[in-house]
């Protein structure tokens, strides 16, 4: 209580006080220590009881197919055509780049890659095939950006295709990246289209329906014709379409709703400066369209899975929708090859974030599916990541919110998939980011490994064998998935668990067990960011992993993530012990630049290499910092403490 109290006061005090404040932090850290040394918790026991089978792989096909939109995917691709150390940035890596053999020898390039990003094996074409829109705010007007569409209405009415920017993009992908896992993304309809009267905007530009279902999906057809073309009728029919993005929203016409009176019309901007108003649902648009899109893709790549939108809304209001959807597809014989969703962080009433309802939609989806008469078609998350417009406690989340990571961002995102999973979902498409290039972009040459060249230019001769770019840090989401590449590494078989535990919390775990060894990656996660109680985890090896009843022979690494040995997390502390944390982000941990004000970025910046040595160090193994105890039962146990929020990789063998 007195911790709580101090600290309380601490967080109030103006940073003038600092010295002060520096020993009130101290006597409340070292208070903290006794409490917690004193404290009996009741221990979290797992063992081979706990898990089930992994109902999916943990590996790049669960989580490898990365949506890039418009733009951002355009430039991806054509820095992957270069495949050069000058050009390449983000998280997109030359093959061989020294880097990753020191930092990520884990991750293999997919085959014939000359550039890679690592976890990322396939591409989710969002807005691929136009739409698009520069929005002025000041009169709230869109002008379309007609170049980008890849078809045309000419004068006499006839349809004029240019797929030359589709064409690179994807070329980029695929000989760049190496990359065979598509799914092709047919949303935000081309301007061609869609009368002027007709057009109404959202943030990612024209949200309107066809106005001609059965001329759009020719277009579907010929623009499938044209991939074969291309790129072959056995390389196409590995990829997967999918009509439309969220589209029970308002982005494949309004959204499936009652606009009849008393119920008030669908508004939205035209685009010309003034109001599009419209009583009618965009269901009837969008399932006429699916109907019709289904027979043009079925003529020319019989083969390639179809399916609906990811979905927005999926709850009771939506279920009576989607059945009738399921039901139409199936009498015309559309079929639904996959069903998708939209799920992004819940927060509670409190304003905290828990993970046990993450995929809760997955119902209404199966029900979907069982009325088109595909019960076993799979079920998927498209969109998944952080909701920076929930209603999240402001002294825990900040009121400038985006996307927490660290260590709890972490632990967020192992709890969220294991519920998803645990609930049907066999993929997830993620937004998040698994690097962060704020400091490198700010001190390029700091973040280099020792020993590598840093080329201001190549002109001279210099050959670089360290990014243009420097290196970025390896984020929460990143070591994540760095993690679960060592568990199921080996063609490991996999078992997971997850529970819930008092107060919203969760514990959980996955297994990965390989002849003459074993992984488990260990959650202990809180839904308030701030909390900080440790538990002990004992872990029971069962006697065939242990290979015999010697505990003392057995090896034991680990890695562990937590507020200590997160860099994102060090950071922040830094910042915040400095007075250089932007305002409104409370002690939120986030990407830098989303928390760094302009004189903390400087000085994050003049320390680059100590923040890359310290990431770097965060994804190495080392030695067991816990017990290793015979079990009265047989086997072994392993005893460590987790704090909330946390992660532990534990990897043994004999």
């Given at each position: 209580?007195?911790?709580?109290?101090?600290?309380?006061?601490?967080?109030?005090?103006?940073?003038?006080?600092?010295?002060?404040k520096a020993a009130m932090l101290r006597a409340v850290l070292a208070a903290a220590a006794a409490a917690s040394a004193a404290a009996v918790f009741d221990p979290v026991v797992i063992a081979d009881a706990n898990f089930s089978a992994s109902p999916a792989p943990w590996d790049a096909r669960f989580t490898g197919i990365q949506p890039l939109p418009d733009l951002t995917g355009q430039g991806v691709a054509q820095r992957a055509a270069k495949a050069s150390m000058q050009h390449v940035r983000g998280g997109q890596f030359v093959v061989g780049d020294p880097f990753l053999a020191a930092t990520l020898p884990g991750w293999a390039p997919p085959a014939g890659a000359k550039v890679t990003r690592p976890w990322v094996t396939g591409l989710a074409s969002v807005r691929l095939l136009g739409g698009l829109a520069v929005h002025n705010a000041s009169d709230d007007t869109y002008a379309p950006i007609y170049d980008w569409d890849c078809v045309q209405r000419a004068a006499d009415g006839s349809l004029v295709y240019n797929w030359t920017r589709v064409d690179a993009t994807l070329d980029g992908f695929l000989e760049g990246e190496g990359l065979r896992d598509f799914l092709i993304v047919l949303d935000n309809v081309p301007y061609a289209f869609v009368a002027?009267?007709?057009?109404?905007?959202?943030?990612?530009?024209?949200?309107?329906?066809?106005?001609?279902?059965?001329?759009?999906?020719?277009?579907?057809?010929?623009?499938?014709?044209?991939?074969?073309?291309?790129?072959?009728?056995?390389?196409?029919?590995?990829?997967?379409?999918?009509?439309?993005?969220?589209?029970?929203?308002?982005?494949?016409?309004?959204?499936?709703?009652?606009?009849?009176?008393?119920?008030?019309?669908?508004?939205?901007?035209?685009?010309?400066?003034?109001?599009?108003?419209?009583?009618?649902?965009?269901?009837?648009?969008?399932?006429?369209?699916?109907?019709?899109?289904?027979?043009?893709?079925?003529?020319?790549?019989?083969?390639?899975?179809?399916?609906?939108?990811?979905?927005?809304?999926?709850?009771?209001?939506?279920?009576?929708?989607?059945?009738?959807?399921?039901?139409?597809?199936?009498?015309?014989?559309?079929?639904?090859?996959?069903?998708?969703?939209?799920?992004?962080?819940?927060?509670?009433?409190?304003?905290?974030?828990?993970?046990?309802?993450?995929?809760?939609?997955?119902?209404?989806?199966?029900?979907?599916?069982?009325?088109?008469?595909?019960?076993?078609?799979?079920?998927?998350?498209?969109?998944?990541?952080?909701?920076?417009?929930?209603?999240?406690?402001?002294?825990?989340?900040?009121?400038?919110?985006?996307?927490?990571?660290?260590?709890?961002?972490?632990?967020?995102?192992?709890?969220?998939?294991?519920?998803?999973?645990?609930?049907?979902?066999?993929?997830?498409?993620?937004?998040?980011?698994?690097?962060?290039?704020?400091?490198?972009?700010?001190?390029?040459?700091?973040?280099?490994?020792?020993?590598?060249?840093?080329?201001?230019?190549?002109?001279?001769?210099?050959?670089?064998?360290?990014?243009?770019?420097?290196?970025?840090?390896?984020?929460?989401?990143?070591?994540?998935?760095?993690?679960?590449?060592?568990?199921?590494?080996?063609?490991?078989?996999?078992?997971?668990?997850?529970?819930?535990?008092?107060?919203?919390?969760?514990?959980?775990?996955?297994?990965?067990?390989?002849?003459?060894?074993?992984?488990?990656?260990?959650?202990?996660?809180?839904?308030?960011?701030?909390?900080?109680?440790?538990?002990?985890?004992?872990?029971?090896?069962?006697?065939?992993?242990?290979?015999?009843?010697?505990?003392?022979?057995?090896?034991?690494?680990?890695?562990?993530?937590?507020?200590?040995?997160?860099?994102?997390?060090?950071?922040?502390?830094?910042?915040?012990?400095?007075?250089?944390?932007?305002?409104?982000?409370?002690?939120?941990?986030?990407?830098?630049?989303?928390?760094?004000?302009?004189?903390?970025?400087?000085?994050?910046?003049?320390?680059?290499?100590?923040?890359?040595?310290?990431?770097?160090?965060?994804?190495?193994?080392?030695?067991?910092?816990?017990?290793?105890?015979?079990?009265?039962?047989?086997?072994?146990?392993?005893?460590?403490?987790?704090?909330?929020?946390?992660?532990?990789?534990?990897?043994?063998?004999?």
């Amino acid at each position: 209580t007195v911790s709580v109290l101090n600290w309380g006061e601490y967080i109030r005090l103006p940073l003038v006080h600092s010295e002060w404040k520096a020993a009130m932090l101290r006597a409340v850290l070292a208070a903290a220590a006794a409490a917690s040394a004193a404290a009996v918790f009741d221990p979290v026991v797992i063992a081979d009881a706990n898990f089930s089978a992994s109902p999916a792989p943990w590996d790049a096909r669960f989580t490898g197919i990365q949506p890039l939109p418009d733009l951002t995917g355009q430039g991806v691709a054509q820095r992957a055509a270069k495949a050069s150390m000058q050009h390449v940035r983000g998280g997109q890596f030359v093959v061989g780049d020294p880097f990753l053999a020191a930092t990520l020898p884990g991750w293999a390039p997919p085959a014939g890659a000359k550039v890679t990003r690592p976890w990322v094996t396939g591409l989710a074409s969002v807005r691929l095939l136009g739409g698009l829109a520069v929005h002025n705010a000041s009169d709230d007007t869109y002008a379309p950006i007609y170049d980008w569409d890849c078809v045309q209405r000419a004068a006499d009415g006839s349809l004029v295709y240019n797929w030359t920017r589709v064409d690179a993009t994807l070329d980029g992908f695929l000989e760049g990246e190496g990359l065979r896992d598509f799914l092709i993304v047919l949303d935000n309809v081309p301007y061609a289209f869609v009368a002027e009267a007709n057009r109404y905007y959202v943030s990612y530009g024209l949200a309107s329906p066809p106005d001609d279902p059965a001329e759009f999906a020719a277009f579907i057809g010929d623009f499938a014709a044209h991939l074969v073309a291309r790129y072959g009728a056995a390389v196409v029919a590995a990829w997967r379409f999918r009509l439309g993005a969220e589209a029970d929203g308002p982005r494949w016409g309004p959204p499936w709703a009652n606009y009849t009176p008393p119920n008030p019309p669908f508004v939205a901007p035209n685009g010309r400066g003034g109001k599009y108003t419209s009583r009618t649902s965009g269901y009837e648009a969008y399932t006429e369209t699916y109907i019709a899109v289904a027979a043009a893709l079925r003529r020319v790549v019989p083969h390639a899975a179809f399916g609906p939108s990811n979905m927005c809304g999926l709850n009771s209001r939506t279920l009576s929708w989607l059945t009738e959807l399921g039901r139409r597809a199936r009498a015309a014989g559309a079929a639904l090859g996959f069903a998708a969703a939209s799920e992004y962080s819940q927060w509670s009433h409190d304003g905290l974030a828990p993970v046990a309802g993450m995929g809760n939609g997955a119902s209404v989806m199966q029900a979907m599916l069982a009325a088109a008469g595909e019960p076993k078609a799979p079920l998927e998350v498209h969109e998944w990541g952080w909701a920076p417009w929930g209603k999240w406690d402001p002294a825990v989340f900040g009121t400038a919110a985006t996307t927490p990571t660290g260590a709890w961002g972490a632990a967020w995102n192992l709890g969220s998939l294991l519920y998803q999973r645990q609930r049907g979902i066999s993929r997830v498409l993620h937004w998040l980011d698994a690097f962060d290039s704020t400091v490198a972009n700010r001190n390029a040459s700091g973040t280099c490994l020792p020993g590598t060249t840093w080329c201001a230019t190549t002109l001279s001769g210099c050959v670089p064998t360290c990014r243009h770019a420097g290196n970025p840090l390896v984020a929460a989401l990143g070591w994540l998935l760095n993690a679960l590449q060592h568990v199921a590494a080996g063609g490991a078989t996999l078992s997971e668990f997850v529970e819930a535990t008092p107060g919203g919390g969760v514990i959980g775990a996955v297994k990965g067990t390989v002849p003459g060894g074993a992984s488990y990656l260990l959650l202990h996660f809180a839904p308030n960011a701030s909390a900080d109680a440790t538990r002990r985890f004992r872990v029971h090896i069962a006697a065939e992993d242990a290979h015999g009843t010697d505990c003392a022979a057995l090896t034991v690494r680990q890695q562990i993530l937590n507020r200590t040995t997160s860099v994102e997390d060090a950071i922040e502390a830094e910042l915040y012990a400095a007075g250089m944390k932007t305002p409104g982000t409370a002690r939120n941990v986030e990407r830098v630049d989303k928390i760094a004000t302009a004189a903390g970025l400087k000085h994050l910046a003049a320390r680059a290499a100590d923040w890359t040595a310290l990431n770097r160090k965060s994804l190495q193994f080392t030695a067991f910092e816990g017990t290793v105890l015979p079990a009265a039962a047989g086997g072994c146990d392993l005893l460590l403490d987790l704090p909330e929020s946390s992660l532990g990789l534990l990897t043994l063998m004999r």
